[in-house]
């Protein structure tokens, strides 16, 4: 399954280079899809399975036909500030959640998942988290509403940001999409190859990095997703649809 789910994604990148050369429209939007809300959540739940503590990002893939599938980065239990290895998780359902029995729809969250769970170094975690938050911050902007795709809809959470919609092709955030690829590679390998790819991840977090400074210089540079994280019901960043739009060259 994990290898469908690859071939999955790389077909859904196969329009980026066409879709560069014209108009990149954004994907994402702000909170959960009306549409998907509870199919989301009960996902979430039931790839959260063993935790305690909410993970620090969770990445949900809700597909039109496929089992549901995730992402998830979990801080060690000794805490961010110890530098200990964080987990990175990669879940599968076993069998699709949401199901269609006879005329009623149902979600099938009594089964066990699929579960891998691998060691990250606690500074590749937070550097992907840190871009990310500010890369979510400005795809899905406050007031942008999150839409419903019936044929791929991708669920981001990190503290209380969450952004929602078809996931993003193009642009810079189609890098966000080969981490993806990468994470869920890392996620079923020994650990000498996983060390190739937290430098192939590192690479991309770093040119993600760059783009959004240069694209989004006032409003990237102060979000910080440890405060949301650690502190979910402060104040948070005022990105908002009039300033999350690009430069124009």
Do not use: H
């Not at 440890?226 to 960043?237: F, H, I, L, Q, S």
Request: hydrophobic residues 40%.
């Amino acid at each position: 399954m994990r290898r469908v789910l690859l071939l999955i994604v790389a077909l859904l990148a196969a329009p980026l280079a066409s879709a560069q050369k014209g108009s990149c429209a954004n994907t994402l939007g702000r909170g959960w899809p009306v549409a998907g809300q509870n199919w989301g959540a009960a996902v979430e739940q039931l790839f959260s399975a063993g935790l305690t503590e909410p993970p620090a990002l969770s990445l949900t893939r809700l597909p039109e036909k496929d089992n549901e599938s995730g992402l998830m980065l979990i801080p060690s239990a000794a805490g961010i500030a110890s530098g200990d290895d964080w987990t990175l998780r990669y879940v599968e359902a076993d069998k699709r959640v949401r199901y269609w029995k006879g005329d009623n729809l149902v979600l099938r969250v009594e089964q066990e998942p699929e579960i891998n769970d691998v060691p990250i170094p606690a500074a590749v975690a937070t550097e992907l988290l840190d871009v990310w938050y500010r890369a979510l911050s400005v795809a899905s902007p406050v007031g942008a509403p999150a839409m419903f795709d019936d044929t791929e809809a991708w669920t981001f959470a990190i503290g209380s940001l969450r952004a929602s919609g078809p996931p993003p092709r193009c642009g810079a955030f189609a890098k966000m999409r080969e981490q993806v690829e990468l994470l869920i590679e890392a996620s079923d390998e020994r650990a000498g190859k996983r060390e190739r790819r937290w430098e192939q991840l590192q690479t991309l977090t770093d040119e993600l990095s760059a783009t959004l400074a240069a694209d989004f210089p006032t409003v990237a540079k102060d979000l910080d997703w440890g405060d949301d994280w650690t502190n979910p019901d402060a104040p948070k960043d005022t990105v908002s649809s009039q300033t999350a739009n690009p430069p124009k060259p």
